[in-house]
């Protein structure tokens, strides 16, 4: 039998989403209670985080996606919730 530890949050339990630039470890937490998105450019080193439009509007569409969600769940108040699921980094 084989067990697995998993860590299980709500949605509404996020505060943000880190970027971290792999070029210069650069960290940014976008504020899912901040208008502004994801930037396409690195602030710190000026590194092209996404490579082009295509991903860098997967990463907004993350974000917005997060954002509806919880507003929908405020206003709409669903009789289902969204949770996310992590596997436990620590019994790895
Ligand atoms: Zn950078």
């Known amino acids: 039998m084989t067990a697995e530890r998993l860590l299980i949050f709500d949605v509404a339990d996020l505060r943000g989403i880190r970027v971290e630039c792999k070029k210069c470890q650069a960290q940014i937490t976008i ?15 000026n590194a092209e985080w996404f490579g082009g439009q295509g991903a860098h509007d997967a990463a907004l569409g993350l974000t917005n996606a997060i954002k ?25």
């Open 31 to 45: 504020r899912l209670d901040q208008t502004p998105g994801i930037k396409a450019v690195c602030p710190s080193c």
């Open 68 to 92: 509806l969600w919880l507003k929908y769940e405020r206003e709409k108040k669903p009789d289902a919730t969204l949770r996310l699921e992590f596997s436990d980094p620590t019994r790895q």
